[in-house]
């Protein structure tokens, strides 16, 4: 069966860190174009990074950009989101996401496959 389960989220004071993470089962995480996803209440989903399946390359937004790193272990076939300097605008349930089609991180979001969120809370 095909599943991503998340983990690691929280409630962090503001300029914390946290690291999400997102194990696959029944894919390869290797092979897909994988990424984070934010969505805040009453906001749109918000992609906050990505690797690429085709050259393996990052993004990150301007919005997270030095605070979020994107990674992967492949011996686990687990990627992760290390989040540092953490701001109460970050609070929102995060999702991770991988697709076997999308070839680049390209501001996309229609991922074949989800996880089921995590919250994250960023408050004193």
């Known amino acids: 069966q095909l599943q991503l389960v998340e983990s690691g989220g929280g409630l962090v004071q503001p300029g914390g860190s946290l690291r999400l993470s997102c194990a696959a089962s029944?894919?390869?995480?290797?092979?897909?174009?994988i990424g984070w996803f934010r969505q805040a209440p009453g906001k749109e989903r918000e992609g906050v990074s990505c690797?690429?399946?085709?050259?393996?390359?990052?993004y990150i937004p301007d919005s997270v950009k030095g605070r979020f790193t994107i990674s992967r272990d492949d011996a686990n076939n687990t990627m992760y989101l290390q989040m540092n300097s953490l701001k109460p605008e970050d609070t929102a349930t995060y999702y991770c996401?991988?697709?076997?089609?999308?070839?680049?991180?390209?501001?996309?979001?229609?991922?074949?496959?989800w996880g089921q969120g995590t919250q994250v809370t960023v408050s004193s």
């Open positions: 029944g894919l390869t995480l290797y092979y897909y174009t």
């Open positions: 996401a991988a697709d076997p089609i999308i070839l680049h991180c390209s501001g996309r979001d229609d991922y074949d496959y």
């Open positions: 690797i690429s399946s085709s050259d393996g390359s990052t």
